[in-house]
């Protein structure tokens, strides 16, 4: 499985604008755009205490930012990030959603949504991993887990299928995948 998302201040320094790092969940889509301005500081602010591990802190600037934004992506994303790291799955699933409902295409919400249906709901992982592909059709971390979705879900030929044009797409996910599925996993 992929790293869960982190924070906020990765994909700050790579686009330039407020929003949260994307892990393993590459292509991230920045919505900045969408923030006012007079809620930026608050945002960077609440991103700030997220990394230095404020989280009580963070949490509450980004339920801030979303009472002023009910539709602000990253703050839901990052509250998202922050219930799924404190074991609050339940809770990180309505955040991603909420996340989504303000970018459908934005890829750390994705990812990590279909993360938490993977090992319950394969089949809306895969279809969740499919729009991860859409958006980020290089994204080889997201091919690989679409076809260990697609496995679970006892789609056999799509899921070794997606299982090597991982590999091809990136070698060194052989080492993931078990010999009987393509790969050189023991």
Not at 111 to 116: F, I
């Amino acid at each position: 499985m992929a790293v869960i998302a982190a924070g906020a201040a990765g994909l700050l320094a790579a686009c330039g604008g407020p929003s949260p790092s994307a892990g393993k969940a590459d292509g991230a889509n920045t919505t900045s755009h969408r923030t006012p301005a007079t809620l930026e500081s608050k945002l960077e602010q609440a991103i700030a205490d997220e990394n230095n591990g404020r989280y009580a802190t963070a949490a509450a600037g980004f339920l801030a930012v979303v009472k002023a934004d009910p539709q602000n992506t990253i703050a839901w994303y990052d509250l998202g990030v922050m219930a799924r790291r404190s074991g609050k799955d339940t809770q990180a699933f309505a955040d991603y959603r909420r996340a989504l409902a303000g970018d459908p295409t934005y890829v750390p919400a994705l990812y990590n949504l279909a993360e938490l249906e993977a090992p319950h709901h394969p089949g809306e992982a895969a279809a969740l991993y499919r729009k991860v592909l859409a958006v980020d059709p290089h994204n080889a971390n997201a091919r690989l887990n679409l076809g260990f979705a697609l496995l679970a879900d006892g789609k056999t030929d799509a899921g070794k299928a997606a299982l090597a044009q991982a590999i091809k797409q990136d070698p060194s996910l052989a080492s993931r995948v078990p010999v009987a599925d393509g790969g050189t996993a023991t």
